[in-house]
T-cell receptor
Framework: NAGVTQTPKFQVLKTGQSMTLQCAQD?????MSWYRQDPGMGLRLIHYSVGAGITDQGEVPNGYNVSRSTTEDFPLRLLSAAPSQTSVYFC???????????FGSGTRLTVV | GESVGLHLPTLSVQEGDNSIINCAYSNSASDYFIWYKQESGKGPQFIID?????DKRQGQRVTVLLNKTVKHLSLQIAATQPGDSAVYFCAERTPGGKLIFGQGTELSVKP
C-alpha cells in the first residue's frame, strides 16, 4: 500500500491562477479530508467527503472546490489563487469504522 | 462553533521525564478524541485515540485521559525520549465525521 499520495509536493502560483492538488489513497477508505496548515498553526478543515459522490464543507471552504467521483481520488481545486492561500495542504483518509485519519506528506503551496 | 484548544503552546522536558500535554474541547457530542504527532516537514501521525464513553486508554508509553465533565483531554508520555520531540495535536471527531484540530503543543526533549 502506498497510503495517501499527494501531488505535487511543491507548487508556486501567481495570483489569479487556478490549479488542482491531487490526492489518492489505495486503502479503500470511505472518508477523505483536505486540511491547510499555516506556519505555527494547527490544521484547518477545508472540505471532506464521506464517500464517492458526497462532499461537504469544513471550517475554511471559501476559494476551494472538491469532487469525489471515485473512492480513491479526492482532488482539491483552487479557483483563483490568492496570497492568503499560501499554506501547506494535507489530504487524509480513514475507513468508515475507524477513528484516526492517515495523512499524506503534504503539498507546499506558495502564491505570489 | 466547534473548537479544540490547547492550554500550553510549548513544553520542554528532560529526557527520561514524563510529559503531559493538555487540551480543551468544546463539542460535547464528539464521539472520538485523537492525538497526533507531527514532525517537521511531515504530515500528522496518529498516536492514540479514545472513545467518548471511556475515560482512559493506554498505549505503548502513552496514555490518554478524557474528562467529559470539564471537557478536557490529556496525553501522557512516559520516559520521554529525544525522538518524542515534535508538535502534538489533539483532535475531536464531531457528529457527521468532521475531524477538528486544536492549535498544537511543541514538545522539546532535552538530553
Amino acid at each position: 500500500n502506498a497510503g495517501v499520495t499527494q501531488t505535487p509536493k511543491f507548487q508556486v502560483l501567481k495570483t489569479g491562477q487556478s490549479m488542482t492538488l491531487q490526492c489518492a489513497q489505495d486503502m479503500n477508505h470511505e472518508y477523505m479530508s483536505w486540511y491547510r496548515q499555516d506556519p505555527g498553526m494547527g490544521l484547518r478543515l477545508i472540505h471532506y467527503s464521506v464517500g464517492a459522490g458526497i462532499t461537504d464543507q469544513g471550517e475554511v471552504p471559501n476559494g476551494y472546490n472538491v469532487s469525489r467521483s471515485t473512492t480513491e481520488d479526492f482532488p482539491l481545486r483552487l479557483l483563483s489563487a490568492a496570497p492568503s492561500q499560501t499554506s501547506v495542504y494535507f489530504c487524509a483518509s480513514r475507513p468508515q469504522g475507524g477513528s484516526g485519519y492517515t495523512f499524506g506528506s503534504g503539498t507546499r503551496l506558495t502564491v505570489v | 462553533g466547534e473548537s479544540v484548544g490547547l492550554h500550553l503552546p510549548t513544553l520542554s522536558v528532560q529526557e527520561g521525564d514524563n510529559s503531559i500535554i493538555n487540551c480543551a474541547y468544546s463539542n460535547s457530542a464528539s464521539d472520538y478524541f485523537i492525538w497526533y504527532k507531527q514532525e517537521s516537514g511531515k504530515g500528522p501521525q496518529f498516536i492514540i485515540d479514545i472513545r467518548s464513553n471511556m475515560d482512559k486508554r493506554q498505549g505503548q508509553r502513552v496514555t490518554v485521559l478524557l474528562n467529559k465533565t470539564v471537557k478536557h483531554l490529556s496525553l501522557q508520555i512516559a520516559a520521554t525520549q529525544p525522538g518524542d520531540s515534535a508538535v502534538y495535536f489533539c483532535a475531536e471527531r464531531t457528529p457527521g465525521g468532521k475531524l477538528i484540530f486544536g492549535q498544537g503543543t511543541e514538545l522539546s526533549v532535552k538530553p
